[in-house]
C-alpha cells in the first residue's frame, strides 16, 4: 500500500520543537513518531541545568506518559531505541539568545541539520508575571526566530499561538495579523523591566515582588485593549514574527481552547486541568453552583489531535509548495461550523455527574445540581456577595470571638469563595465571548490536503465532524478525572 504523502513527507526530516514537555508538544511528537518512525531527529527543547537532565525530563515528562502506550506498544522491546535513535532532548530556554544552548558543538550541530522549527513554547497562566510573559510569548517567540535564520537548511517557521490574540473583538474574526502601529513592544519590555527593579530597590518579599508583577501585566493588558496578559503577550509574539521574518516561510496556528483528544492516539487522553476544565472540575465536584456567561456564546473548543493535525497538514504543504505565502494564519476551532453552545456544556456536564456522581473521600456521593448561569457579571457578584461574602464576613468574626474555635472551616470557605470570584474574573472574556473565527483559510488547507492525496481521515481536522455529545461524555469529562484529579 503506498504510503500517504504526509506520512512520506516526514521520512528524513529534522524538526526543533520548543515547549517540548506541554501538553500540545507531547500530542505533536507523539504523533510524528507513530506516523513517521523514520523521521531524521526531532530535537525538543527542554528547560533543564544541562542536557543529562534535559534526557530525564524527556523519560519522566513525555515518553512515560500514557499518550505513547500505542507507540510503546507497536514497537515493543524496540520503543526505548527507537526514542533513543529519534528524538534528542537538548536543555535551553527559549527566553535568551541562541535558546541558552550553551553546548557550542550541539548547537553547530543543530543549526546544520535543521529543517523546520515548531515554537510551541508558552506560557499560558492568563495573570502570568509581566517580566516571564513577555520573556517566553513575545521575545521566546522573537528569540526563536532568529535561532531558525541562523540555521543553515531551514525551510518553515511553525508558530502556535492562540485565537484570542484578537482581544475582545466580535462579529466574525478574520484569520490576519493584529496591527498595532501606536504600540511599542520593545518599551513594553523597557516598562517591564523598569518596575521589576523599582520593586527589588524596595527590598520587598519576592511573593509581593511576583503578585505586583502579575497586577502590572493585566494592568498593561487592558490599557492596550486585552483581556490578559496571557493574550496580549501572545499578540505581540505574533507582531514580532512578522515584522522580522525575513525571507523564512512563517506559518501560524491559533487554536482556540485546546481540549482532550478526539481519536488519536486513542480518545480522551489529557494532562492537567485546562481552562474550562476548572469549571467542569468543580461543578462535579459540588464547589460550584453557579457562574457567570451568555447560554448562547460558543465555548469555542477543539481537541488537541485535530490541531496536531492541522500542524502536520500545513507543515507538509507550506514546505513543498513555494507559490503558498510566506505568512499564513490558521484559526483551529468550532465557533464556525460546529458550535458547542455554553448551554450545550451545561446540560451535557449535568447529565454526566448525575449518572457518575463524584465519590468525596468520605466515600459519599456529590449530587450535581444544574450549574445556576446569570446572564450578566453584576448579577454574578451580586448573588456571590449576598449568599457568600457577607455571611462569611459574619462568620469571620464569630470566630473571632470563639478564639478561632472555626478557623480551619472559615479559611477552607473564605479560599473557596475566593477561587470562585478569581475564576469568573478570569473567565469572563470567554464565557461572554461573541466573536466567531473564521476559518477559511482552514477550510483551503483541506482542499489542498486532498489534492495532494493526504489522507483526510488520518490527519483529520474536520470540526463538523465531532459529535459532541459523544465526545463530552464519552471521552473528555471521563478522560478529565481519569487523571486522579
Known amino acids: 500500500m503506498e504510503l500517504d504523502n504526509a506520512v512520506k513527507f516526514f521520512q528524513g526530516k529534522t524538526i526543533l520543537i520548543t515547549g517540548a514537555t506541554g501538553f500540545l508538544a507531547k500530542v505533536f511528537v507523539e504523533k510524528i513518531l507513530r506516523i513517521q518512525p523514520n523521521v531524521n531527529k526531532l530535537y525538543l527543547l527542554v528547560r533543564a541545568s544541562n542536557n543529562k537532565s534535559a534526557k530525564q525530563r524527556l523519560y519522566d515528562e513525555i515518553i512515560s506518559k500514557e499518550l505513547f502506550k500505542i507507540l510503546r506498544n507497536n514497537w515493543g522491546s524496540k520503543f526505548d531505541a527507537l526514542i533513543s535513535n529519534k528524538v534528542k532532548a537538548v536543555a535551553g530556554d527559549i527566553s535568551f539568545e541562541n535558546l541558552g544552548l550553551n553546548d557550542s558543538e550541539l548547537r553547530e550541530e543543530m543549526q546544520k541539520e535543521i529543517q523546520i522549527i515548531v515554537n510551541v513554547a508558552a506560557s499560558t497562566d492568563f495573570s502570568e508575571r509581566y517580566d516571564d510573559a513577555l ?17 543553515d537548511k ?3 517557521f511553525l508558530h502556535i499561538s492562540t485565537a484570542y490574540v484578537c482581544g475582545e473583538e466580535i462579529g466574525i474574526i478574520l484569520e490576519k495579523l493584529k496591527r498595532r502601529n501606536d504600540m511599542n513592544i520593545f518599551e513594553e519590555k523597557r516598562l517591564a523591566e523598569e518596575q521589576l527593579s523599582q520593586l527589588q530597590n524596595q527590598c520587598i518579599p519576592d511573593k509581593a515582588i511576583t503578585s505586583s508583577m502579575k497586577e502590572f501585566g493585566l494592568e498593561r493588558a487592558k490599557l492596550n485593549g486585552w483581556p490578559n496578559t496571557y493574550v496580549f503577550t501572545k499578540a505581540m509574539g505574533e507582531m514580532l514574527l512578522e515584522r522580522f521574518k525575513g525571507d523564512l516561510p512563517l506559518v501560524i496556528i491559533r487554536p482556540t481552547i485546546i481540549a482532550s483528544t478526539y481519536k488519536q492516539p486513542f480518545p480522551g487522553w489529557i494532562e492537567g486541568v485546562r481552562t474550562i476544565d476548572s469549571v467542569l472540575v468543580n461543578y462535579g465536584k459540588g ?7 451568555n447560554l448562547n456564546s460558543a465555548l469555542d473548543v477543539i481537541p488537541v489531535d485535530m490541531v496536531v493535525n492541522v500542524m502536520v497538514v500545513a507543515i507538509e504543504v507550506h514546505y513543498a509548495q513555494h507559490q503558498y505565502s510566506c505568512e499564513t494564519i490558521y484559526h483551529v ?22 449518572k457518575n456522581p463524584w465519590i468525596d473521600t468520605n466515600g459519599q456521593k456529590v449530587e450535581a445540581g444544574k450549574l445556576i448561569v446569570f446572564s450578566t457579571i453584576n448579577r454574578f457578584f451580586l448573588y456571590m456577595k449576598i449568599k457568600y461574602v457577607l455571611p462569611l464576613k459574619v462568620f469571620y468574626f464569630i ?13 477552607n470557605l473564605n479560599r473557596r469563595v475566593k477561587f470562585i470570584l478569581r475564576l469568573a474574573e478570569f473567565y469572563k472574556p470567554y464565557a461572554f465571548f461573541t466573536g466567531i473565527f473564521d476559518d477559511r483559510n482552514l477550510e483551503r488547507l483541506q482542499r489542498v490536503a486532498e489534492e495532494r492525496g493526504i489522507d483526510v481521515a488520518e490527519f483529520n481536522f474536520d470540526s463538523k465532524s465531532i459529535d459532541w455529545e459523544d465526545y463530552i461524555m464519552n471521552s473528555h469529562i471521563p478522560g478529565l478525572f481519569n487523571q486522579g484529579l
Not at 138 to 149: P, R
Not at 287 to 293: A, D, I, N, R, V
Not at 333 to 354: E, V, W
Open 333 to 354: 476551532g468550532t465557533s464556525s461550523k460546529n458550535p458547542l453552545k455554553l448551554s450545550d456544556l451545561r446540560n451535557l456536564s449535568h447529565y454526566y455527574f448525575t
Open 154 to 156: 531551514v525551510k518553515l
Open 399 to 411: 470566630n473571632k470571638l470563639c478564639c478561632q474555635r472555626f478557623e480551619k472551616i472559615y479559611t
Open 287 to 293: 464547589k460550584l453552583t453557579c457562574f457567570p456567561g
Open 135 to 151: 520573556d517566553i510569548n513575545t521575545f521566546g517567540a522573537f528569540n526563536v526566530l532568529n535561532f531558525g535564520k541562523k540555521c
